[in-house]
C-alpha cells in the first residue's frame, strides 16, 4: 500500500498578508504546494489529502484538480471550529483553528494507511519525500514514528520570528524531546535564539528541528485525540493556543507510547512566513529549476 502524504492547508496565514498556500512562487505560477506534490509522487506516495477550511475547498479543486487527474488520488478534509466530533459540547469562539495536531485529527476518518504530514508553506526537497517513503513502506509501526530534521539555522526568516519544533536527539538518532518555540530569530550577530515568558535563550546553530514532516500510521489518531480533548479544557479560555504536533509527539515519547526516528536530510528548507521572503524563495525555486531540478513547466 503506497502511503499518502497529508498536506496542512488550513492556515490563516496572518503574517503573510494573504493565502500563501496558493501563490504563484514557480516560473509558471507553481506554488510551493505543487513542489512538494510533484516530489512526493516521483518518490511514491500514492495519494494526497488536503487539510484545508471548507470555505477554500473550491479554490483548491480549481487549482489542483486539472494538474493532479490521472497523476495521484485526492482528497479533500475541513479543519473546522466544531467540537462536538470529540465530545466537546461547547462553542469556543476562536480567530483560527486549534492547531497542526488538531488538522491531523480531522483526516482520521479517511487515512487508513501510513502517511507523512508537511506544511503547504515549506519546501522540503525530494531526498526529505524519499527517505520518508522508504520508512512509511519498510519501517514504520504504530509506535514507531519519524520526523524529518533539518538544521534550525537553515530554517529562519530573515525578517521575523518563526515557530519551530526544537529537538534532543539521543546517540541511535531517536528523539528524546521536542519542545515548540513560538518565537525563534536570528540575533545581530547570526546566532539563533528563542524567547519565553521567561526571557531569551540561545540555541546552537546545527540543533535540528521539526518543519512538520512527520511519519505515522493511523494509530496516532487514537493515540492523540483524548489529548486534544484534555488541551481544549485545559485552554478554553485561551484564544491562542494551539494543538501543535510537537506537543502530541512529546507526550508520546515520555509515556513510552510511540518513539520518533529523526531522519536526517540533506534537502534544502525554504518557506515563506512573511511576504518579504516571497522574492528569496522565487529565487531558490527559479535556481532549482535552472539546475535541472525540476522542469520549468512543472506539470507538462
Known amino acids: 500500500m503506497k502511503p499518502t502524504l497529508l498536506i496542512l492547508a488550513a492556515g490563516m496565514a496572518s503574517r503573510y498578508g494573504s493565502m500563501k498556500q496558493v501563490d504563484g512562487f514557480g516560473p509558471n505560477g507553481e506554488t510551493i504546494i505543487d ?145 515548540e518555540r513560538t518565537e525563534v530569530y536570528f540575533k545581530e550577530d547570526s546566532t539563533v535564539a528563542y524567547k519565553d515568558a521567561t526571557g531569551e535563550h540561545a540555541l546552537p546553530n546545527d540543533t535540528r528541528v521539526s518543519m512538520n514532516f512527520w511519519g505515522f500510521t493511523p494509530a496516532i489518531f487514537k493515540q492523540s485525540e483524548q489529548m486534544f480533548v484534555d488541551f481544549v479544557a485545559a485552554n478554553e479560555n485561551n484564544p491562542k493556543a494551539e494543538f501543535f504536533i510537537p506537543l502530541a509527539a512529546d507526550k508520546l515519547i515520555k509515556d513510552g507510547t510511540a518513539a520518533f526516528k529523526v531522519i536526517p536530510t540533506g534537502s534544502k528548507w525554504f518557506g515563506v512566513t512573511y511576504k518579504e521572503d516571497k522574492p528569496i524563495v522565487q529565487k531558490s525555486i527559479s535556481d532549482l529549476v535552472a539546475n535541472g531540478v525540476y522542469p520549468e513547466k512543472l506539470w507538462d
Request: charged residues 30%.
Open 35 to 179: 513542489y512538494s506534490i510533484y516530489d512526493a509522487i516521483k518518490a511514491g506516495f500514492g495519494k494526497v489529502t488536503f487539510i484545508i477550511r471548507e470555505e477554500f475547498v473550491d479554490s483548491f479543486k480549481a487549482i489542483f484538480e486539472p494538474k493532479l487527474a490521472g497523476r495521484v488520488e485526492t482528497d479533500y478534509v475541513f479543519q473546522s471550529f466544531d467540537l462536538k466530533p470529540f465530545g466537546i459540547n461547547k462553542e469556543i469562539e476562536r480567530a483560527k483553528p486549534w492547531g497542526t495536531a488538531h488538522a491531523v485529527l480531522a483526516a482520521r476518518n479517511q487515512v487508513k494507511e501510513p502517511f507523512c504530514v508537511i506544511n503547504a508553506d515549506d519546501y522540503y526537497g525530494y531526498d526529505a519525500f524519499e527517505k520518508m517513503a522508504k520508512f512509511l513502506t519498510t519501517e514504520v509501526k504504530d509506535n514507531l514514528y519519524s520526523l524529518v530534521g533539518y538544521q534550525i539555522d537553515r530554517t529562519l526568516s530573515d525578517y521575523g520570528s518563526v515557530s519551530r519544533g526544537v529537538c534532543k536527539v539521543d546517540d541511535a538518532g531517536n528523539m528524546v524531546e521536542i519542545n
